[in-house]
């Protein structure tokens, strides 16, 4: 089942994606390594722990004093002690035989015959210079952050400056180019025109999920799954951006689920092990430390009634505690139904959630969020921000309201917009090129639109199903053009700047994927629209082959789409065969064929008859 689509616009992905990206325990290892070494190199790394807190820091234990099921000292060979860089020590610079003594005299003759194998590289090693290990060419995808008066009145945007996160990469070559496998490289690599389709999906059967990066190839009509993020929990939304948390620029999503947590995860590597952040959820730090100290002092406890009780057994240590792990402070205290990544003030991220509390959070800062909203009443099913306002947004939930927001208002009911939908709310949506415009679709298959600046009033209402309408979604690059997702199985288009003011329905068409759950358009092409649902199937549709779509919105598509549809025409057009045409021409084939067998035949009774008549005579 697909829960949820989005699309990573053209331009935003790393052409030469990853294979994997450091941990926050390694990056902190790198950093200390390198803050040791440029103050004193001599000596050795610090560890990456010796700031750790103690109420964070794990116990430790005398390992000889530990049970002998417990130490990992069952060995039949002894273990060869060498002395670490640094230390004193002759075994530096030398190697060691299989029996782990240094090998110091090598015999002669050897030496001759490794001299010219080794030559060379051991020039080429001794004459490198600095210049050979300059890394690759830092990302050209640039961020500037922000710090307007807007975001301070949000509570959002103190940073006065946002360090860049160390970019490291992977062992290369002279040439610069990686040394793994030039095919895989090739499979992975990123072309211009491919278009990266994001889909979160759950296998229900076997209770697994994941996020699904898939690469459509317009010109071959090509779709395949290029690489695949494994999510803790069912995904319920998503929300694209294109800032982390150290304020640099990259390819990144949200994603909500059932639990707590906004889980935010870096596009551009292949294998991620986990996150680069996550905003509020449960606090495993504390956990983790409860638990080593209760295995401490369950530890402890059996060893002293062991003491005391000699020859009888010691009770086993109790089971560790079931309890949650508590939460960060201003998380979520349920799911995330709602999830949208601000385009004006890129690192701020709005949230709803089924504890009916809408938060809006700094990625720069992912500890706490910036403010708290708690105008709905029931669970928040949906946010979405103003196109061109970067601090107003709008919200739905079950309470059926629809509401407007301005995130400077810190939490102030009074100055909340309402209007009521009718039933709960779907799906909200600013009309991007009248965004004054607010569109909602209700579970009981309504879509309304009011003015914001009076919304005691709707524009306009209709009926976008029976079954229900679960997924709206405006194209961001057609004036007009709504798409609608239906449990009935259907994909709708729909014209919203109309002549009466009234949106009609251009085309509707079984999707063949199951019911609708989601639906989105892709921000850097007129007429792709995503889809998903129970089938599990991601669906593309390019409405630039339906003529109904091109006519309608003929007066407000680009140039360049105009040109590829009628090429695309063109070559349908060339390629279509007119069985008309061909049994026509068979036709006449046949009947001159007939023709000249009827005149054939005509001439050969003509000449039978002359040679009748000459035999008469003689």
Same mark, same amino acid.
């Given at each position: 089942m697909?829960?949820?689509?989005?699309?990573?616009?053209q331009g935003?992905?790393?052409?030469?994606?990853?294979?994997y990206?450091?941990?926050?325990?390694?990056?902190?290892?790198?950093?200390?390594?390198?803050?040791?070494?440029?103050?004193?190199?001599?000596?050795?790394?610090?560890?990456?722990?010796?700031?750790?807190?103690?109420?964070?820091?794990?116990?430790?234990?005398?390992i000889?004093?530990?049970?002998?099921?417990?130490?990992?000292d069952?060995?039949?060979?002894?273990?060869?002690?060498?002395?670490?860089?640094?230390?004193d020590?002759?075994?530096?610079?030398?190697?060691?035989?299989?029996?782990?003594?240094?090998q110091?005299?090598?015999?002669e003759?050897?030496?001759d015959?490794d001299?010219d194998?080794?030559?060379?590289?051991?020039?080429?090693?001794?004459?490198?210079?600095?210049?050979?290990f300059?890394?690759?060419?830092?990302?050209d995808?640039?961020?500037?952050?922000?710090?307007?008066?807007?975001?301070t009145?949000m509570?959002?945007?103190?940073?006065?400056?946002?360090?860049q996160?160390?970019h490291?990469f992977?062992?290369?070559?002279e040439?610069?180019?990686d040394?793994?496998d030039?095919?895989?490289e *090739?499979d992975t !690599? =990123?072309?211009?025109? &491919?278009? $990266?389709?994001?889909?979160? @999906?759950?296998?229900?059967? #076997?209770?697994? %999920?994941?996020?699904?990066?898939?690469v459509?190839?317009?010109?071959?009509?090509?779709l395949?799954?290029?690489?695949?993020?494994a999510?803790?929990?069912?995904?319920l939304c998503?929300?694209?951006?294109?800032v982390?948390?150290s304020?640099?620029?990259?390819n990144?999503?949200?994603?909500?689920t059932?639990?707590?947590?906004? *889980?935010?995860? !870096? =596009?551009?590597?292949l &294998?991620? $092990?986990e996150?680069?952040t @996550?905003?509020?959820?449960? #606090?495993?730090? %504390?956990?983790?430390?409860?638990?080593?100290?209760?295995?401490?002092k369950?530890?402890?406890?059996?060893?002293?009634?062991?003491?005391k009780?000699?020859?009888k057994?010691?009770?086993?240590?109790?089971?560790?505690?079931?309890a949650?792990?508590?939460l960060?402070?201003?998380?979520h205290?349920d799911?995330?139904?709602?999830?949208?990544?601000?385009?004006?003030?890129?690192?701020?991220?709005?949230?709803?959630?089924?504890?009916?509390?809408?938060?809006?959070?700094?990625?720069?800062?992912?500890?706490?969020?910036?403010?708290?909203?708690?105008?709905?009443?029931?669970?928040?099913?949906?946010?979405?921000?103003?196109p061109?306002?970067?601090?107003?947004?709008?919200?739905?939930g079950?309470?059926?309201?629809?509401?407007v927001?301005?995130?400077?208002m810190?939490?102030?009911?009074s100055?909340?917009r309402?209007?009521?939908?009718?039933s709960?709310c779907?799906?909200?949506?600013?009309?991007?090129f009248?965004?004054?415009?607010?569109?909602?679709?209700?579970?009981?298959?309504?879509?309304?639109?009011?003015?914001?600046?009076?919304?005691?009033?709707?524009?306009?209402?209709v009926?976008?199903?029976?079954?229900?309408?679960?997924?709206?979604?405006?194209?961001?690059?057609v004036?007009g053009?709504?798409?609608?997702a239906?449990?009935d199985k259907t994909?709708?288009?729909?014209?919203?700047?109309?002549?009466?003011?009234?949106?009609?329905?251009?085309?509707?068409k079984?999707?063949?994927v199951?019911?609708?759950?989601?639906?989105?358009?892709?921000?850097?092409?007129?007429?792709l629209?995503?889809f998903?649902?129970?089938?599990?199937q991601?669906?593309?549709?390019?409405?630039?082959?339906?003529?109904?779509?091109?006519?309608?919105?003929e007066?407000?598509?680009?140039?360049?789409?105009?040109?590829k549809?009628?090429e695309?025409?063109?070559?349908?057009?060339?390629?279509?065969?007119?069985?008309e045409?061909i049994?026509?021409e068979?036709?006449?084939?046949?009947k001159?064929?007939?023709?000249?067998?009827?005149?054939?035949s005509?001439?050969?009774?003509?000449?039978n008859k002359?040679k009748?008549?000459?035999?008469?005579?003689?």
């Amino acid at each position: 089942m697909i829960s949820a689509i989005g699309f990573v616009p053209q331009g935003k992905a790393d052409p030469r994606p990853k294979r994997y990206e450091l941990s926050t325990g390694e990056m902190n290892m790198l950093k200390a390594v390198e803050t040791n070494e440029s103050s004193n190199p001599d000596a050795l790394p610090p560890s990456p722990f010796a700031d750790t807190p103690a109420s964070n820091a794990l116990p430790t234990v005398d390992i000889s004093s530990l049970p002998a099921d417990l130490r990992m000292d069952e060995y039949d060979e002894e273990p060869v002690t060498v002395n670490v860089v640094g230390a004193d020590s002759e075994v530096i610079g030398t190697s060691l035989g299989d029996d782990g003594i240094p090998q110091e005299e090598i015999d002669e003759e050897e030496m001759d015959d490794d001299d010219d194998d080794d030559s060379a590289s051991n020039s080429s090693d001794s004459d490198m210079s600095d210049d050979d290990f300059e890394p690759l060419q830092h990302d050209d995808r640039e961020y500037e952050p922000t710090d307007t008066a807007a975001l301070t009145a949000m509570g959002l945007g103190h940073n006065a400056t946002y360090p860049q996160e160390p970019h490291y990469f992977e062992d290369v070559d002279e040439e610069g180019e990686d040394e793994g496998d030039e095919s895989d490289e *090739e499979d992975t !690599n =990123l072309k211009p025109t &491919d278009v $990266l389709c994001l889909s979160a @999906t759950t296998d229900v059967a #076997d209770d697994f %999920s994941t996020l699904e990066v898939y690469v459509y190839e317009p010109p071959t009509g090509n779709l395949y799954v290029h690489h695949d993020i494994a999510l803790p929990a069912f995904p319920l939304c998503m929300a694209w951006g294109d800032v982390n948390p150290s304020g640099g620029a990259g390819n990144y999503v949200a994603i909500g689920t059932f639990k707590e947590g906004i *889980e935010i995860w !870096n =596009l551009d590597v292949l &294998d991620p $092990l986990e996150p680069i952040t @996550t905003l509020g959820g449960e #606090d495993m730090s %504390s956990a983790e430390a409860a638990a080593a100290d209760a295995m401490l002092k369950a530890y402890n406890e059996k060893k002293e009634s062991s003491k005391k009780k000699k020859g009888k057994k010691a009770p086993p240590p109790p089971p560790p505690s079931t309890a949650p792990a508590p939460l960060h402070p201003g998380s979520h205290a349920d799911a995330v139904m709602a999830l949208d990544w601000n385009k004006i003030h890129r690192q701020v991220l709005v949230s709803g959630s089924a504890d009916s509390t809408v938060k809006l959070w700094d990625i720069t800062k992912p500890n706490t969020p910036a403010s708290t909203f708690t105008h709905h009443t029931g669970k928040v099913s949906s946010v979405s921000f103003h196109p061109t306002e970067g601090t107003i947004f709008a919200s739905g939930g079950f309470d059926k309201f629809a509401c407007v927001v301005d995130g400077r208002m810190a939490n102030d009911a009074s100055k909340v917009r309402r209007a009521k939908i009718g039933s709960d709310c779907e799906e909200l949506a600013w009309d991007p090129f009248k965004p004054e415009r607010l569109i909602a679709a209700g579970e009981n298959g309504k879509i309304m639109a009011w003015d914001v600046r009076n919304m005691s009033k709707k524009l306009w209402e209709v009926d976008g199903g029976s079954y229900g309408v679960s997924s709206i979604a405006f194209n961001p690059k057609v004036p007009g053009m709504l798409a609608t997702a239906s449990i009935d199985k259907t994909v709708g288009v729909w014209d919203t700047h109309t002549a009466s003011g009234t949106p009609h329905c251009v085309i509707k068409k079984d999707s063949t994927v199951g019911k609708l759950y989601t639906c989105n358009f892709y921000p850097s092409h007129d007429l792709l629209l995503g889809f998903g649902g129970t089938g599990g199937q991601l669906g593309l549709w390019e409405m630039a082959s339906e003529d109904c779509v091109v006519k309608t919105f003929e007066n407000r598509l680009g140039g360049d789409t105009l040109a590829k549809v009628a090429e695309t025409a063109e070559l349908d057009r060339k390629a279509e065969v007119d069985f008309e045409k061909i049994m026509a021409e068979e036709n006449t084939a046949a009947k001159n064929a007939r023709d000249a067998a009827k005149g054939g035949s005509k001439k050969k009774k003509s000449k039978n008859k002359g040679k009748k008549k000459v035999a008469r005579k003689k």
